[in-house]
T-cell receptor, first 110, second 110 residues
Framework: DVKVTQSSRYLVKRTGEKVFLECVQD?????MFWYRQDPGLGLRLIYF???????EKGDIPEGYSVSREKKERFSLILESASTNQTSMYLC?????????FGPGTRLTVL | QKEVEQNSGPLSVPEGAIASLNCTYS??????FFWYRQYSGKSPELIMSIYSNGDKEDGRFTAQLNKASQYVSLLIRDSQPSDSATYLC??????????FGSGTRLQVQP
């Protein structure tokens, strides 16, 4: 079974803090993704990576950056957290076609 | 026009009935289609994938694909209260990342 883990289930940060969300997969997948999910807006793609050190912007990259130094690990960085970044953040790893999701991190920015 | 459209629901069906969930997509070149189930507060879980026209059955679930009509559906036979969740349709539009619909909330009434 594919396993995708995320560093925290719940996180509370203050406005202006730098926030790191980490995701690890154990299936040697090339592709990894970061989404945010908000009520009524569905899943929105922030960034994805198709190889180590490779990244591509998704639909809503503003205010975020990513890092992929190792194949199994994909990090999402909020350089200066703002209240409108309060959301559920989901990491996914993709094999042939199918994406498998981690448990999610519910981030609250105060 | 959204790339992947779903009726947000809620779709309410009695226990034991067939639930029919529908999804339309705009990109004619799409090749791969997926259904995810998401319980409240949890991350999406892959339940079906379909790649060619016709029906694909897996237990109580049947996915149907009609590429000419750009339409994919999910049928759940003998619906159970435990099937109550939001069902997300996802389409591979060839840009490496999946495009998700906003989801249909299904309620199965005991």
């Amino acid at each position: 079974d594919v396993k995708v883990t995320q560093s925290s289930r719940y996180l509370v940060k203050r406005t202006g803090e730098k926030v790191f969300l980490e995701c690890v997969q154990d299936m040697d997948h090339e592709n990894m993704f970061w989404y945010r999910q908000d009520p009524g807006l569905g899943l929105r793609l922030i960034y994805f990576s198709y190889d180590v050190k490779m990244k591509e912007k998704g639909d809503i990259p503003e205010g975020y950056s990513v890092s992929r130094e190792k194949k199994e690990r994909f990090s999402l960085i909020l350089e200066s957290a703002s209240t409108n970044q309060t959301s559920m953040y989901l990491c996914a790893s993709q094999g042939r076609d199918e994406q498998f999701f981690g448990p999610g991190t519910r981030l609250t920015v105060l | 026009q959204k790339e992947v459209e779903q009726n947000s629901g809620p779709l309410s069906v009695p226990e034991g009935a067939i639930a029919s969930l529908n999804c339309t997509y705009s990109d004619r070149g799409s090749q791969s289609f997926f259904w995810y189930r998401q319980y409240s507060g949890k991350s999406p879980e892959l339940i079906m994938s379909i790649y060619s026209n016709g029906d694909k059955e897996d237990g109580r679930f049947t996915a149907q694909l009609n590429k000419a009509s750009q339409y994919v559906s999910l049928l759940i036979r003998d619906s159970q209260p435990s099937d109550s969740a939001t069902y997300l349709c996802a389409v591979d539009t060839g840009r490496r990342a999946l495009t998700f619909g906003s989801g249909t909330r299904l309620q199965v009434q005991p």
